[in-house]
């Protein structure tokens, strides 16, 4: 069974529809439409798309790249995903689309106050070397209470840090994400600010789905929902060929994942999971809006 690829796919054909065209800091205009929600039950299967091949290997290595609290570029680099390249550190190289900034942004290995970083130590980066700084270990926090007090509803992690922004390669795009547990299922929701619905919101369902299934295995409770809420969700009018080539297609099944040697999500190395039958339309390459 697989729901889905067609909720994916209709949220394109939405903004299509009855997006409005706007710019943006990329120089690529987008199509855009204001909040969008996908829902997914994991007992339907993993949530990766099939109307188009994604790579679970960079989806899953850069999970354990933010579960660890990274921010090394040539972390990612030395397991060949790639996907963090353009980007660095902008208080060592300042954000810029010129040929000259880009090519200093790609040597950069500092990435900054990342997503991981604000998952595993969120604090104010201008305090470091102050002493009675509080640092908050976001993720370690969330997996504690959810094997003490699972009926808790404040398990939230936040990767928007107002006091970090200018240390951050990219500011965050999925902001927050919360663990609600009811019926003894573990369900989680995530909001997102920004969203490439071509490139990018594909990713974030399977590696927000990846995460449920590892915090599911971490506390013994059974797999729920998923449900992503967008906010500014837009195509990029670059990726419209590509987008409308994808609406063609017929999902296949959703696949299933299987974790072996799981001892906790900090341990988790991203190749002790992998997906069993995933059967998927050719990849469409498509440039990303830097």
Not at 112 to 118: A, C, L, N, P, V
Not at 193 to 209: E, M, T, V
């Amino acid at each position: 069974m697989n729901t889905l690829d067609k909720k994916y796919l209709n949220s394109l054909r939405n903004i299509i529809s009855n997006g409005e065209r706007k710019s943006n800091r990329t120089g690529i205009d987008t199509i855009a439409v204001a909040g969008t929600m996908i829902q997914h039950d994991m007992f339907e299967g993993f949530p990766i798309l099939t109307t188009k091949k994604l790579s679970f290997k960079n989806i899953a290595s850069e999970l354990e790249f933010f579960i660890k609290g990274l921010n090394s570029k040539r972390w990612l680099q030395e397991r060949g995903n790639h996907i963090w390249d353009n980007w660095a550190n902008s208080r060592k190289v300042p954000y810029g689309t010129d040929d000259v900034t880009r090519k200093l942004m790609r040597e950069e290995d500092d990435l900054g106050e990342i997503y991981g970083r604000q998952w595993r130590d969120f604090h104010d980066p201008n305090l470091d070397g102050y002493s009675g700084v509080m640092h908050v270990d976001q993720l370690k926090g969330i997996v504690d209470t959810l094997k003490n007090n699972p009926n808790d509803r404040r398990m939230i992690c936040c990767a928007w840090n107002p006091l970090a922004l200018d240390r951050m390669a990219l500011v965050p795009c999925h902001t927050l994400w919360q663990v609600t547990v009811i019926n003894g299922k573990l369900n989680l929701l995530w909001y997102q600010r920004s969203c490439d619905s071509f490139i990018g919101i594909p990713y974030n369902l399977a590696s927000y789905g990846l995460l449920l299934h590892l915090l599911a295995k971490e506390s013994n409770l059974k797999e729920g929902k998923l449900v992503g809420f967008f906010g500014d969700y837009h195509i990029y009018v670059n990726h419209l060929k590509q987008v409308k080539e994808q609406m063609t297609r017929t999902p296949f099944d959703l696949p299933r994942i299987q974790t072996s040697n799981f001892k906790s999500i900090f341990d988790w190395q991203y190749t002790d999971s992998e997906l069993v039958n995933y059967q998927a339309h050719p990849s469409i390459k498509a440039e990303i809006a830097v």
